[in-house]
Protein backbone atom coordinates (compact mmCIF):
# COMPACT_ATOMS: atom_id res chain seq x y z
CA UNK A 1 0.00 0.00 0.00
CA UNK A 2 2.89 2.64 1.03
CA UNK A 3 5.16 1.10 -1.65
CA UNK A 4 1.77 1.92 -4.13
CA UNK A 5 1.64 5.21 -3.09
CA UNK A 6 5.56 6.43 -3.35
CA UNK A 7 5.89 5.12 -6.81
CA UNK A 8 2.51 6.59 -7.89
CA UNK A 9 3.63 9.84 -6.69
CA UNK A 10 7.04 9.64 -8.46
CA UNK A 11 5.67 8.80 -11.65
CA UNK A 12 2.88 11.60 -11.35
CA UNK A 13 6.28 14.36 -10.95
CA UNK A 14 7.75 12.34 -14.04
CA UNK A 15 4.46 12.73 -16.11
CA UNK A 16 4.17 16.07 -15.00
CA UNK A 17 7.26 16.95 -16.33
CA UNK A 18 7.53 15.18 -19.59
CA UNK A 19 3.92 16.75 -20.50
CA UNK A 20 5.63 19.67 -19.69
CA UNK A 21 8.63 19.37 -22.17
CA UNK A 22 5.57 18.36 -24.79
CA UNK A 23 3.47 21.75 -23.75
CA UNK A 24 7.13 24.27 -24.38
CA UNK A 25 6.99 22.72 -27.73
CA UNK A 26 3.81 24.42 -28.63
CA UNK A 27 4.64 27.41 -25.87
CA UNK A 28 8.11 28.58 -27.43
CA UNK A 29 9.12 30.74 -30.25
CA UNK A 30 11.61 29.44 -32.05
CA UNK A 31 13.70 25.58 -32.13
CA UNK A 32 16.37 26.73 -29.36
CA UNK A 33 13.95 27.60 -27.08
CA UNK A 34 12.07 24.66 -27.75
CA UNK A 35 14.76 22.56 -27.38
CA UNK A 36 14.98 23.72 -23.51
CA UNK A 37 11.92 22.51 -22.97
CA UNK A 38 11.72 19.17 -25.11
CA UNK A 39 15.03 17.68 -23.90
CA UNK A 40 15.81 18.81 -20.64
CA UNK A 41 12.48 18.83 -19.36
CA UNK A 42 11.61 15.07 -20.19
CA UNK A 43 15.10 14.12 -18.96
CA UNK A 44 14.15 15.30 -15.41
CA UNK A 45 10.62 13.62 -15.73
CA UNK A 46 12.26 10.25 -16.79
CA UNK A 47 15.07 10.47 -14.15
CA UNK A 48 11.37 10.35 -11.91
CA UNK A 49 10.72 6.87 -13.74
CA UNK A 50 14.03 5.47 -12.92
CA UNK A 51 13.44 6.48 -9.33
CA UNK A 52 10.28 5.38 -9.49
CA UNK A 53 11.59 2.09 -10.43
CA UNK A 54 14.74 2.22 -8.29
CA UNK A 55 12.93 2.46 -5.08
CA UNK A 56 9.86 -0.14 -6.26
CA UNK A 57 12.71 -3.10 -6.90
CA UNK A 58 14.62 -1.73 -3.85
CA UNK A 59 11.46 -2.21 -1.46
CA UNK A 60 10.78 -6.05 -3.44
CA UNK A 61 14.50 -6.90 -3.04
CA UNK A 62 14.66 -5.99 0.69
CA UNK A 63 11.04 -7.69 1.26
CA UNK A 64 11.36 -10.97 -0.80
CA UNK A 65 15.02 -11.36 -1.53
CA UNK A 66 14.86 -12.37 -5.08
CA UNK A 67 17.74 -12.04 -6.93
CA UNK A 68 15.53 -10.71 -10.13
CA UNK A 69 14.28 -7.17 -8.03
CA UNK A 70 18.48 -6.69 -7.59
CA UNK A 71 19.32 -7.42 -11.45
CA UNK A 72 15.97 -5.05 -12.57
CA UNK A 73 17.67 -2.42 -9.79
CA UNK A 74 21.01 -2.45 -11.70
CA UNK A 75 19.48 -2.01 -15.31
CA UNK A 76 17.56 0.74 -14.12
CA UNK A 77 20.53 2.14 -12.84
CA UNK A 78 22.61 1.87 -16.08
CA UNK A 79 19.43 2.96 -18.36
CA UNK A 80 19.48 6.05 -16.09
CA UNK A 81 23.48 6.82 -16.18
CA UNK A 82 23.20 6.51 -19.94
CA UNK A 83 20.32 8.90 -20.15
CA UNK A 84 22.17 11.33 -18.11
CA UNK A 85 24.88 10.95 -20.37
CA UNK A 86 22.80 10.76 -24.10
CA UNK A 87 20.59 12.85 -23.50
CA UNK A 88 22.86 16.54 -23.61
CA UNK A 89 25.11 15.53 -26.49
CA UNK A 90 22.35 14.63 -27.80
CA UNK A 91 20.64 18.26 -27.64
CA UNK A 92 24.11 19.76 -27.87
CA UNK A 93 24.38 18.16 -30.88
CA UNK A 94 21.51 19.30 -32.64
CA UNK A 95 21.63 22.67 -31.55
CA UNK A 96 25.27 22.93 -33.24
CA UNK A 97 23.84 21.15 -36.33
CA UNK A 98 20.40 23.48 -36.19
CA UNK A 99 22.84 26.74 -35.94
CA UNK A 100 25.57 25.32 -38.75
CA UNK A 101 22.34 24.64 -41.43
CA UNK A 102 21.94 28.58 -40.23
CA UNK A 103 18.89 28.24 -38.48
CA UNK A 104 19.10 31.84 -36.75
CA UNK A 105 17.55 32.28 -33.08
CA UNK A 106 14.78 34.55 -33.14
CA UNK A 107 13.73 36.14 -31.41
CA UNK A 108 17.41 36.70 -29.25
CA UNK A 109 18.42 39.88 -27.45
CA UNK A 110 22.02 39.09 -28.21
CA UNK A 111 23.59 36.40 -30.76
CA UNK A 112 27.63 36.09 -29.66
CA UNK A 113 27.80 33.15 -32.29
CA UNK A 114 26.74 35.64 -34.50
CA UNK A 115 29.66 38.12 -34.37
CA UNK A 116 32.01 35.17 -34.10
CA UNK A 117 30.98 33.93 -37.24
CA UNK A 118 31.58 37.73 -39.18
CA UNK A 119 35.17 37.78 -37.55
CA UNK A 120 36.48 34.38 -38.52
CA UNK A 121 35.07 33.99 -41.83
CA UNK A 122 33.12 30.88 -40.83
CA UNK A 123 30.92 29.27 -37.08
CA UNK A 124 33.62 28.05 -34.89
CA UNK A 125 34.90 24.65 -35.52
CA UNK B 1 43.07 1.07 -17.98
CA UNK B 2 39.77 3.57 -17.52
CA UNK B 3 38.01 1.62 -20.50
CA UNK B 4 39.02 -1.55 -19.50
CA UNK B 5 37.24 -1.61 -16.04
CA UNK B 6 34.47 0.10 -16.96
CA UNK B 7 33.62 -2.47 -20.06
CA UNK B 8 34.53 -5.57 -17.80
CA UNK B 9 32.27 -4.10 -15.09
CA UNK B 10 29.79 -3.26 -16.98
CA UNK B 11 29.62 -6.32 -19.22
CA UNK B 12 29.44 -8.41 -15.53
CA UNK B 13 26.56 -6.11 -14.26
CA UNK B 14 24.68 -6.34 -17.35
CA UNK B 15 24.70 -10.35 -17.66
CA UNK B 16 24.74 -11.05 -14.26
CA UNK B 17 21.45 -12.78 -13.07
CA UNK B 18 21.90 -14.25 -9.34
CA UNK B 19 24.77 -15.94 -10.46
CA UNK B 20 28.49 -15.98 -12.32
CA UNK B 21 30.15 -18.38 -13.82
CA UNK B 22 34.09 -19.08 -14.99
CA UNK B 23 32.65 -18.54 -18.47
CA UNK B 24 31.08 -15.35 -18.39
CA UNK B 25 34.21 -13.49 -16.54
CA UNK B 26 36.49 -14.73 -19.27
CA UNK B 27 34.39 -13.68 -22.51
CA UNK B 28 34.16 -10.34 -20.15
CA UNK B 29 37.91 -10.20 -19.50
CA UNK B 30 38.63 -10.92 -23.15
CA UNK B 31 35.85 -8.45 -24.73
CA UNK B 32 37.24 -5.93 -22.25
CA UNK B 33 40.93 -6.48 -23.32
CA UNK B 34 39.61 -6.08 -27.23
CA UNK B 35 37.66 -2.97 -26.38
CA UNK B 36 40.26 -0.97 -24.38
CA UNK B 37 43.62 -2.22 -26.87
CA UNK B 38 40.89 -0.69 -30.00
CA UNK B 39 40.13 2.49 -28.32
CA UNK B 40 43.72 3.20 -26.76
CA UNK B 41 44.51 4.66 -30.09
CA UNK B 42 42.32 7.13 -30.23
CA UNK B 43 43.49 10.88 -29.34
CA UNK B 44 43.41 11.72 -26.00
CA UNK B 45 43.10 8.39 -23.86
CA UNK B 46 46.45 8.18 -23.37
CA UNK B 47 47.04 4.84 -24.01
CA UNK B 48 46.64 1.19 -22.30
CA UNK B 49 48.50 1.49 -19.46
CA UNK B 50 47.00 5.11 -18.45
CA UNK B 51 45.56 5.01 -15.02
CA UNK B 52 44.91 8.75 -14.66
CA UNK B 53 40.85 7.73 -14.93
CA UNK B 54 40.91 5.35 -12.33
CA UNK B 55 42.11 8.14 -9.58
CA UNK B 56 40.19 7.20 -6.53
CA UNK B 57 39.89 11.18 -5.51
CA UNK B 58 38.47 12.44 -9.19
CA UNK B 59 35.87 9.59 -8.96
CA UNK B 60 34.93 10.67 -5.28
CA UNK B 61 34.78 14.49 -6.42
CA UNK B 62 32.62 13.35 -9.44
CA UNK B 63 30.17 11.80 -7.12
CA UNK B 64 30.32 14.30 -4.63
CA UNK B 65 29.44 16.78 -7.38
CA UNK B 66 26.91 14.97 -8.87
CA UNK B 67 24.72 14.47 -5.96
CA UNK B 68 25.20 18.13 -4.41
CA UNK B 69 25.48 21.12 -6.21
CA UNK B 70 24.56 19.22 -9.49
CA UNK B 71 21.23 17.49 -8.19
CA UNK B 72 20.47 21.00 -6.63
CA UNK B 73 21.08 22.87 -9.63
CA UNK B 74 19.31 20.58 -11.83
CA UNK B 75 15.71 20.85 -9.16
CA UNK B 76 15.59 23.97 -9.32
CA UNK B 77 16.39 24.75 -12.73
CA UNK B 78 13.45 22.38 -13.81
CA UNK B 79 11.08 24.08 -12.07
CA UNK B 80 11.93 27.60 -12.53
CA UNK B 81 11.45 26.48 -16.37
CA UNK B 82 8.22 24.62 -15.72
CA UNK B 83 7.13 27.67 -14.54
CA UNK B 84 8.63 29.36 -17.82
CA UNK B 85 6.67 27.19 -20.01
CA UNK B 86 3.30 27.80 -18.35
CA UNK B 87 3.84 31.67 -18.32
CA UNK B 88 5.41 32.20 -21.20
CA UNK B 89 8.17 34.66 -19.81
CA UNK B 90 11.22 34.27 -21.79
CA UNK B 91 14.28 36.57 -22.75
CA UNK B 92 16.71 34.36 -24.79
CA UNK B 93 20.14 34.78 -26.26
CA UNK B 94 23.21 33.47 -26.89
CA UNK B 95 26.34 34.05 -25.20
CA UNK B 96 29.91 33.26 -24.67
CA UNK B 97 31.99 32.83 -22.14
CA UNK B 98 35.43 31.19 -21.27
CA UNK B 99 35.33 28.86 -18.48
CA UNK B 100 39.11 27.97 -18.52
CA UNK B 101 38.94 24.33 -18.86
CA UNK B 102 42.30 23.03 -20.65
CA UNK B 103 41.18 19.52 -20.87
CA UNK B 104 38.67 17.96 -23.38
CA UNK B 105 37.20 15.88 -20.77
CA UNK B 106 36.34 18.99 -18.22
CA UNK B 107 34.94 20.83 -21.31
CA UNK B 108 32.72 17.84 -21.57
CA UNK B 109 31.70 17.04 -18.59
CA UNK B 110 30.84 21.33 -18.26
CA UNK B 111 28.87 21.42 -21.58
CA UNK B 112 26.79 18.47 -20.52
CA UNK B 113 26.12 20.00 -17.21
CA UNK B 114 25.28 23.17 -18.72
CA UNK B 115 22.70 21.29 -20.93
CA UNK B 116 21.41 18.94 -18.76
CA UNK B 117 19.93 22.03 -16.17
CA UNK B 118 17.01 23.46 -17.66
CA UNK B 119 17.61 26.95 -19.53
CA UNK B 120 20.81 26.83 -20.59
CA UNK B 121 22.01 24.82 -23.77
CA UNK B 122 25.50 24.62 -24.93
CA UNK B 123 25.42 25.06 -28.68
CA UNK B 124 29.09 25.23 -29.80
CA UNK B 125 32.37 24.92 -28.31
CA UNK B 126 35.49 26.26 -30.01
CA UNK B 127 39.01 25.15 -29.90
CA UNK B 128 39.82 27.70 -27.45
CA UNK B 129 37.40 26.21 -25.10
CA UNK B 130 35.44 29.01 -25.56
CA UNK B 131 31.64 28.08 -24.66
CA UNK B 132 28.77 29.23 -26.66
CA UNK B 133 25.30 29.23 -24.59
CA UNK B 134 22.09 29.54 -25.26
CA UNK B 135 20.17 30.79 -22.71
CA UNK B 136 16.21 30.85 -22.06
CA UNK B 137 16.23 34.06 -19.66
CA UNK B 138 18.76 36.51 -19.84
CA UNK B 139 19.61 39.00 -17.18
CA UNK B 140 22.36 40.84 -19.00
CA UNK B 141 24.04 40.72 -22.83
CA UNK B 142 27.59 39.49 -21.27
CA UNK B 143 27.06 37.68 -18.07
CA UNK B 144 29.98 35.77 -16.36
CA UNK B 145 30.26 32.42 -15.85
CA UNK B 146 28.71 32.48 -12.24
CA UNK B 147 25.60 33.66 -14.13
CA UNK B 148 25.53 30.79 -16.54
CA UNK B 149 26.38 27.70 -14.87
CA UNK B 150 27.09 28.52 -10.90
CA UNK B 151 29.49 26.79 -9.38
CA UNK B 152 29.86 23.75 -12.11
CA UNK B 153 32.80 25.72 -13.99
CA UNK B 154 34.81 25.39 -10.28
CA UNK B 155 34.14 22.05 -10.03
CA UNK B 156 34.62 20.96 -13.68
CA UNK B 157 38.46 22.50 -13.29
CA UNK B 158 38.71 20.95 -9.63
CA UNK B 159 37.58 17.64 -11.09
CA UNK B 160 39.01 17.38 -14.62
CA UNK B 161 41.20 20.34 -14.70
Known amino acids: MFLGIFVGLFLLVSLFFNTLGIVSLYRFPDVYTRMHGATKCSTFGTLFTVFALLFYSFVRFMMEGESRFLVLMIHVFIGGVVLLISNPTGAHALARAAYRSGTVPEPAVVDALENTKKSKGGVAA | ?161
Not at chain 2, 57 to 73: E, K, N, S
Not at chain 2, 99 to 113: C, D, E, I, Y
Not at chain 2, 115 to 142: E, I, K, Q, R
Request: charged share 15%; hydrophobic share 45%.
Open chain 2, 1 to 161: MFVFVVSFVMYLLLSWSGSMSIQEVTIAFVLAVVISLVSSNSPGSGGFWNTKGLSLRRWWDFLRYLFGPFAVGLAQANWDVAKRVITGDINPGIVKFDPRLKTKHGRMMLANSITLTPGTLTVDVDDDGVFYVHALTLTSLTPKEEDICGVFGQWARRIMG
